[in-house]
């Protein structure tokens, strides 16, 4: 018996990622918004992906999953952005030295925040309900 196709469940938690984004920046937290940003995205195009019947993904790197499913263009660019705030808005050794909340502002987090959404949108439209 085939697993069920989970496609919706994946966008859900993106949405759901999305506005606990929005809630951060507003926060001031702009190192962990970004950092939302870059799950929401992820898990949009991996709804994408089973959507498209993948059954499985892996890894974390959203330029790896939009290219596996020949995404390019605007959402191409966004995943790059993206994927920069998947270590370093986290660890303290991913940055050169301090700690990643000193380095992160609220321009960073508007912009994460504005990629990740068009990502969102693009599984919003793809992705059955």
Not at 4 to 13: C, E, K, S, T, V
Not at 31 to 54: D, M, P, S, Y
């Amino acid at each position: 018996m085939a697993a069920p196709n989970r496609a919706g469940d994946w966008l859900r938690q993106a949405i759901d990622d999305l506005a606990w984004a929005a809630d951060t920046l507003r926060g001031g937290r702009f190192a962990q918004a970004c950092f939302v940003c870059q799950q929401a995205a992820e898990k949009a195009l991996k709804a994408i992906a089973f959507a498209r019947g993948f059954d499985r993904v892996r890894g974390h790197s959203i330029l790896k999953v939009a290219k596996a499913l020949g995404i390019d263009g605007e959402i191409e660019a966004a995943a790059r952005k993206l994927d920069l705030y998947y270590m370093t808005t986290r660890y303290p050794d991913a940055l050169p030295s301090g700690a990643p909340f000193e380095f992160f502002d609220k321009s960073q987090a508007e912009d994460a925040l504005r990629l990740a959404t068009a990502i969102v949108d693009r599984a919003r439209n793809e992705v059955p309900a």
